[in-house]
Structure formats: C-alpha cells, structure tokens
C-alpha cells in the first residue's frame, strides 16, 4: 500500500499502529535515501561473520523484511529472531514470513526487557532513534554483552551535525529528496511534528562513543547519505 498517513491532520505523536503497519514498507522506501542499498550491504557485511546455527536478532525487527531477506540469501541455517513491541508490525511480518517461507521467530517485547540468547550477529535499523538516550546507553551494553566475543553489531541511525548550518542543509536536502519521492509540503511538516520528541538522534561522535563506551573494540561508517548513516561494531 501507498503511504498516505500524513496527508490528514495528525493529533498524536508518532507510533507504529496499524495505520502505519499497513504502509511501513512503502514508508521506509520514500522516507530512508538509499534504504534497499543500505538493506543490502547489511547482510553482505553480516554474511562474512555467520555460520549453521547461528542466533541473528534484529531489534526493531517491524516487517521483517531485513531477516527475511537475509534468510533468503545464506546459504546455511540461522535461528533469526525479530523484536519489535508493536503487534501491528509483527501480524504483517508473520504474513511475510510465511509468504516468503522463511522461519523466523517472531517476539513481541521489550528490547530492554528481553534476552539475546549468544548472538553471533545483532541488528538494529532506525531503531536506537526512537529510545530515549539514558535507555540508549543501557541496550547498547546489554546487546554488547550478549554478543559472543567477536560478535558483530550492525544499526542505522539518522544523524545530525554539530555544525548548525550543515545540520539545516542536510534537512534541506533530506527535504528535497521526499519532495521527489512524492510526499507534498503538508505531509512532510505533518510527519515532522509528529516525530518531535519522539525521533532524537545522536551525531556520528555520539554514537560512536556510545559504541565504544560499551565495551566495543571497534566501530566503523559502511554507509552514508547526508543524515543517514549505516555502521558496524565489533565485541
């Protein structure tokens, strides 16, 4: 389906309801630059470091179609999980496993909350975004000792720059690039003001001593468009 959600006025904050579960896939698509490029260089990356039985979890798993596309394209057996504490999101990412006959194991629950059972690989896409900082820091640590040693984490995030003109620039540009995705003035400022206070993002020094501060022994950018940017972190 078309992502249509902000063309009427919006009254709450930002969730991932139903109305937005409905249209995520189209969203992520209009919405994330270079989205299915950065989806796909997460599991080449992510396809060096896996072997037969592994654990894979993503974090924010929403649709699956990250887990799904990685069960797609390895070669040997993965126990994926997908985490996500929005029902409306894993009722659509159930019917896509199905469809697409990739087992996954689908759990709805707190990211906080919930244990990560020896990861080989741990996997967040615009997720980190959406918690609060102090809540942040403690997943970071958890997810990096979950980790088997040597373990890879992979997230993306959309950033800022420290820099107050090279911020205002970049949202420009962002701006433009939704403007040619097809979203009108009216739904832009609609969706903006529903993320205020919602979205924070950190810069790429923020996350990289957030990455570092848990105990990571090393962090590196694979990818980035202006205010977008995809990394990997190793235990």
């Known amino acids: 389906m078309i992502d249509k959600v902000f063309e009427k006025s919006i009254k709450k904050q930002f969730e991932f309801d139903e109305d937005v579960a409905s249209v995520f896939d189209?969203?992520?698509?209009?919405?994330?630059?270079?989205?299915?490029?950065?989806?796909?260089?997460?599991?080449?990356?992510?396809?060096?470091?896996?072997?037969?039985?592994?654990?894979?979890?993503?974090?924010?798993?929403?649709?699956?179609s990250t887990l799904i596309e990685l069960g797609?394209?390895?070669?040997?057996?993965?126990?994926?999980?997908?985490?996500d504490n929005s029902s409306a999101m894993l009722a659509r990412a159930k019917k896509k496993c199905k469809a697409f006959g990739i087992d996954i194991d689908l759990k709805n629950e707190d990211l906080l909350s919930t244990s990560y059972k020896?990861?080989?690989l741990i996997i967040s896409n615009y997720t980190l975004q959406f918690i609060r900082p102090l809540q942040r820091e403690k997943l970071i640590k958890k997810i990096h000792d979950s980790l088997k040693e040597k373990g890879i984490f992979i997230f993306s995030e959309k950033v800022i720059s420290n820099d107050k003109i090279l911020n205002?620039?970049?949202?420009?540009?962002?701006?433009?690039?939704?403007?040619?995705?097809?979203?009108?003035?009216?739904?832009?400022?609609?969706?903006?003001?529903?993320?205020?206070?919602?979205?924070?993002?950190?810069?790429?020094?923020e996350n990289k001593k957030m990455i570092l501060d848990a105990g990571f022994t090393h962090f590196e950018t694979i990818f980035k468009w202006v205010n977008f940017a995809t990394y990997i972190a190793i235990k």
Not at 33 to 46: C, D, H, N, S, V
Not at 72 to 83: A, D, E
Not at 175 to 198: D, H, M
């Open 168 to 205: 205002k620039q970049s949202i420009d540009i962002y701006y433009e690039f939704k403007k040619n995705q097809g979203y009108s003035e009216y739904e832009i400022s609609q969706k903006r003001e529903a993320l205020e206070n919602v979205l924070i993002p950190y810069t790429d020094e």
């Open 72 to 83: 797609k394209q390895s070669n040997v057996n993965l126990n994926l999980i997908g985490i």
């Open 118 to 120: 020896d990861a080989q």
């Open 26 to 64: 189209d969203m992520l698509n209009r919405s994330i630059p270079f989205y299915k490029q950065m989806q796909e260089l997460t599991i080449k990356f992510a396809l060096n470091y896996l072997n037969k039985d592994d654990y894979v979890y993503d974090l924010g798993c929403s649709t699956a």
